[in-house]
């Protein structure tokens, strides 16, 4: 008697994301330029003081539409100095591979190779990639307008 070792023919899935925003814009160039341009973007016809500024950064991972990870990993004051408004792309790399690891509760994985995060299933049971999968920045942002 012949019988299947494994039930499934399970192919991998994947799902291939630029590890930076700039990956996909090109306008924008590092952390500073994301936050000038959502400040930019808010402040339209207002006069805000820019030295109130403060913004609350995160990771935000969303599978299906579900947010599933929200993480923050940057607070910073001001609009334009490095290292204290925004943060380095060494500290999104490094807050950003703490929370990939995480996508093993939803039988996931991954590997980065040059500036390109792959996301890949692990089992047949595992997230179905062909929904919508995203890794976002998030920023909470204050600043006085009048």
Do not use: H, R
Not at 27 to 32: E, L, M, P, R
Not at 43 to 70: M, V
Not at 75 to 89: C, D, K, M
């Amino acid at each position: 008697m012949a019988t299947q070792l494994f039930v499934y023919d399970c192919p991998v899935q994947q799902v291939v994301c630029g590890l930076y925003p700039w990956n996909s814009d090109p306008k924008i160039t590092n952390f500073g330029s994301v936050l000038n341009q959502l400040v930019t973007n808010y402040s339209s016809g207002y006069n805000c003081d820019l030295t109130s500024l403060s913004s609350e950064w995160y990771i935000k991972i969303s599978l299906g539409g579900s947010e599933i990870i929200s993480y923050p990993f940057f607070s910073g004051v001001g609009l334009s100095l490095g290292g204290f408004s925004y943060p380095s792309s060494s500290e999104w790399l490094t807050a950003l591979e703490s929370q990939l690891d995480l996508l093993i509760e939803y039988g996931l994985d991954y590997y980065i190779v040059d500036d390109v995060v792959t996301i890949y299933t692990l089992t047949c049971d595992g997230a179905n990639l062909n929904s919508d999968f995203k890794i976002n920045v998030g920023i909470n942002f204050n600043i006085y307008c009048s």
